[in-house]
């Protein structure tokens, strides 16, 4: 489904991105840990061309990504931020609908009641109105989730969903991502959210200086590491004392 | 009390001609806005493009026009560019003026509101898959005008008074008229009284929609 192959990316003279390799395939939950600067989130920038890549291919679907087949690849590929970046003079209907409506060109009044069935899905059916100012910060990541789904997309790219959240928040978003994982959709995570990934991911990719380290079986990975570099990551994250 | 049935008489007899300079007043400042709003969003747009020339263009242009006083700017549309074969008659040469003068304010104002909006916001709508144009029209624009609209309003009412400045290149506007009056009349104090209540009543009206316009995208 997203297939990496030697991509490489630097910003001036830092190397963020190193020969990375790996394919996701369809309906699996991949999770990217590793400490900040790591370049998780730059993978998941340059699969959704936010990032201009320097070297290597990224391939969606059996497509290229290139400058042409960029709005496309969009199209297929959703994006839920770190700091949800909702539109803020618009409702949380509103900002779910604006995708379909204003990007795919489907028709605002079925755009709108599907938005609202979404809202629901995620537990807001209450706060269509709400402009994002007026909710919670969990309730803004479900709208983000909400807006990505909207695009009825092959594949959602989170980008550190719930670091930006209050601790009691996390869980309300983990909870619809978990639902989304169990309908089979296509999600690439990056997260600290061990516990989480141990639960949810089919496989754990540990990054470190631009590399992938360690990659493997969610369990594997995140309980018998092989790479010294992977245990000593999860031990710091596990054991902060 | 005399004073003041005085003053209420000449304001009888000098409004209707003063109330003809306040109609090309009002005309003068409208065409000005015009120009400074299209030739501000110029300069602004230029100001943000990722192209470096037309950076350093719209920088050049918004610090020499600012660093010129207003009415030289108007001598010279109106006397200098006769001599270049460019003849504006006196209303156009102050409309003109006055709005390339007020477009590098209002470029400012556009700049102000463009550079508040986030990028991480940009960023969410290209990743919908949203065109340029539609994230011009549908996240930039509206959220920098939230942004722009409380100076843009200072900058109009601005405009409005500085019109007065046409007067200098023969325009019979409000000020010109009173002028007029007064020299002719030798009222000074009943001329120019009526001059400054007439700029208040369209000034302070106008004050009054932008506050109220702000307070409606504050809102949201």
Not at chain 2, 65 to 85: A, D, K, N, T, W
Request: positive net charge.
């Amino acid at each position: 489904m997203i297939s990496l192959k030697n991509v490489s990316k630097s910003f001036g003279d830092v190397q963020v991105l190193r020969d990375i390799s790996f394919e996701i395939a369809r309906g699996e939950v991949v999770c990217l840990i590793g400490p900040s600067g790591s370049g998780k989130s730059t993978i998941l920038r340059c699969v959704n061309g936010l990032e201009r890549r320097d070297g290597g291919q990224i391939t969606v679907d059996g497509v290229a990504l290139t400058d042409k087949s960029l709005p496309a690849i969009r199209a297929k590929v959703a994006m839920v931020f770190q700091r949800f970046n909702l539109f803020p003079h618009r409702t949380a209907l509103e900002n779910v609908a604006e995708g379909p409506i204003h990007a795919l060109g489907r028709p605002a009044a079925e755009a709108r009641s599907e938005a609202r069935d979404l809202l629901a899905r995620v537990g807001l059916s209450d706060k269509c109105d709400a402009y994002p100012a007026k909710l919670s910060g969990g309730q803004q990541q479900r709208v983000g989730i909400a807006r990505a789904l909207a695009m009825k997309p092959q594949a959602i790219l989170f980008d550190e969903p719930t670091s930006a959240l209050d601790p009691e928040r996390v869980g309300e978003v983990l909870k619809v991502m978990r639902s989304l994982a169990n309908e089979g959709m296509t999600m690439v995570i990056v997260t600290h959210e061990i516990a989480f990934a141990r639960e949810v991911a089919d496989r754990v990719l540990f990054m470190d200086g631009g590399r992938i380290v360690e990659s493997g079986p969610a369990r594997q990975v995140l309980t018998q590491p092989k790479v010294e570099r992977t245990r000593e990551f999860l031990d710091r994250v596990l054991n902060p004392l | 009390m005399g004073g003041l049935s005085q003053f209420f008489s000449d304001a009888n007899q000098f409004l209707p001609i003063l109330m003809s300079g306040l109609v090309v007043t009002l005309a003068v400042t409208l065409a000005a806005l015009v120009i400074s709003v299209l030739l501000g969003l110029v300069w602004a747009l230029m100001g943000i493009s990722k192209i470096k020339a037309l950076r350093v263009i719209s920088r050049v242009v918004i610090n020499t026009v600012r660093g010129i006083p207003i009415i030289v700017q108007l001598f010279y549309v109106y006397f200098v560019l006769p001599e270049l074969g460019v003849q504006l008659d006196a209303f156009v040469a102050g409309a003109v003026g006055l709005g390339v003068a007020y477009s590098v304010y209002q470029a400012e104002n556009f700049r102000a509101g463009f550079s508040s909006v986030d990028p991480m916001l940009i960023e969410a709508a290209q990743s919908l898959g949203m065109s340029e144009r539609k994230i011009m029209l549908r996240v930039i624009m509206p959220l920098a005008v939230r942004v722009a609209l409380p100076p843009f309003g200072n900058t109009v009412v601005m405009l409005l008074k500085d019109s007065s400045i046409a007067s200098t290149i023969t325009v019979a506007e409000l000020t010109r008229a009173g002028q007029l009056l007064a020299v002719s009349s030798f009222k000074n104090m009943s001329v120019y009284t009526l001059i400054a209540l007439l700029y208040l009543a369209m000034s302070l009206p106008l004050t009054y929609l932008v506050s109220r316009l702000e307070l409606r995208f504050a809102r949201k």
